[in-house]
């Protein structure tokens, strides 16, 4: 099937089996390796991106229910060189440590503070328990997250 997929601003036609999840066209397709495959089962949320918006694990979408949506990555938050501010706060606040799901964080992060841009750190955790870190302990996660959230 042919897809036409707006991905970080720039447009896209390819042709897909109809199987292929999202996070699959992403990688494999567009060569865009930001986003991560952790899990397959929506368990882990390394896959997460924005789907029109909205922050999405696209582990748990096909390529051809995106057809003719706008998908933003972790690739296309920076801009002129400038990072997002989320990526600033993760990075100031050591919200990171192998790396592995900062991607998929991020992006949901972002999308946490788009729907709640003032959380608490109870809202903060709760809105990320879709989201899994093996290494941080989520400490320095949330305190990215409320800082990026109190410089806006």
């Known amino acids: 099937m042919k897809v036409s997929i707006t991905v970080n601003g720039k447009d896209y036609e390819n042709d897909v089996e109809p199987r292929t999840l999202l996070v699959y066209y ?3 397709t567009l060569g865009l390796t930001g986003t991560n495959i952790g899990c397959d089962t929506s368990s882990c949320g390394a896959c997460t991106l924005h789907l029109n918006g909205e922050a999405v694990k696209s582990c ?3 390529a051809v229910q995106a057809d003719g949506a706008t998908v933003t990555t972790i690739e296309g ?3 002129d060189g400038v ?3 989320m990526q600033t706060a ?3 606040n ?3 440590q192998c790396g592995y799901c900062t991607p998929g964080m991020v992006m949901a992060a972002i999308g946490l503070l788009n729907e709640n841009p003032k959380p608490t750190e ?3 955790r709760m809105g990320l328990e879709g989201n899994l870190c093996r290494c941080t302990g989520y400490h320095n996660i949330v305190k990215s997250i409320l800082a990026a959230a109190s410089a806006t």
């Open 26 to 28: 992403i990688r494999e």
């Open 60 to 62: 748990t979408i096909l």
């Open 77 to 79: 938050l920076a801009k």
């Open 83 to 85: 990072m997002h501010p």
């Open 90 to 92: 993760f990075m100031e």
């Open 94 to 96: 050591h919200g990171l």
């Open 122 to 124: 109870d809202e903060v």
